[in-house]
């Protein structure tokens, strides 16, 4: 597991002005830099990166953070990702949580296993999020519930479209791919003809391990009908043990570390309203 320590040293040794600037042009104003926000649409620049405090917001859309969350937002990297393309640059040996030096075949490739359904989750959490920003009724619902736009993008929150096969834009081989089966993104009918997303006409909550990787969803469906469950999750998997994982955990571990306090609630909504908090 990374250490906040580790966190907190890596990110001293990065400049946050000559990261972001590779990407967006900024100018010098005062003490901060400004530049048009990479993460919305603008014709006024309202992005502004504080060298001194290593911190980047836009004062538009909300999107704010520090050179890791600046990489996992613009490349839509996961925290672990995020860390290593961090690490590359910095000069810094990224720890590894286990050495394969001693390892037998069929460890590495259980873990090679578990790498690649960690991918297909990653590009999974892509597309629901994507999905969000264009879908007007998915966003309706979220302000209803009180998830502004800057909590929805902090937790990376999605929408699946009302599509049996949405996935398919995603994955080419979509009724083919057994991982897909395996991480729980599709399923088959009773009768076994037909392959379609688990999720659907749902708001999408990506279900973080400890290390920030995407290894589940819940889903939320935004229509009223007793036929369909309220809350859907994704099944267990080799990646996904539901009573040992705790959704929230990993964005607040910091708080937690800083506060001593660690705030528990029963659902999802419930879990935004500690957010703007530690957002």
């Not at 590359?88 to 090679?112: C, D, I, L, Y």
């Not at 964005?251 to 909504?269: E, T, W, Y």
């Amino acid at each position: 597991m990374v250490t906040p320590e580790f966190k907190a040293n890596l990110l001293e040794r990065v400049d946050i002005v000559s990261l972001i600037s590779a990407h967006v042009e900024l100018k010098p104003r005062g003490s901060n830099y400004l530049g048009l926000c990479p993460f919305h649409n603008e014709k006024t620049a309202s992005f502004s990166v504080n060298s001194s405090r290593q911190f980047y917001y836009c004062f538009g859309c909300g999107a704010k953070g520090d050179a890791i969350q600046f990489l996992m937002d613009y490349f839509s990297l996961s925290f672990v990702d995020a860390l290593k393309e961090l690490c590359q640059k910095a000069g810094v040996h990224f720890p590894e949580e286990q050495s394969f030096k001693n390892s037998t075949p069929e460890s590495m490739r259980q873990h090679q296993v578990r790498s690649d359904h960690k991918k297909l989750l990653l590009e999974a959490a892509r597309f629901y999020r994507s999905r969000l920003a264009s879908d007007s009724d998915a966003i309706s619902y979220l302000k209803k519930r009180g998830i502004s736009g800057e909590v929805a993008a902090k937790f990376h929150i999605g929408y699946a479209g009302n599509s049996w096969n949405s996935l398919k834009e995603v994955f080419s081989d979509y009724e083919d791919n057994s991982d897909l089966f395996l991480v729980g993104l599709i399923k088959k009918s009773e009768s076994g003809n037909k392959v379609f997303d688990r999720f659907r006409n749902r708001i999408i909550f990506p279900i973080f391990n400890k290390n920030g990787e995407v290894i589940a969803f819940g889903g939320r469906t935004i229509v009223d009908d007793n036929n369909v469950p309220k809350y859907l999750n994704s099944p267990e998997t080799d990646l996904f043990v539901k009573s040992k994982e705790l959704y929230g955990f990993f964005d607040a571990q910091r708080f937690i570390a800083k506060k001593s306090i660690c705030n528990s609630c029963r659902g999802l909504f419930r879990c935004y309203f500690y957010a703007p908090s530690r957002v």
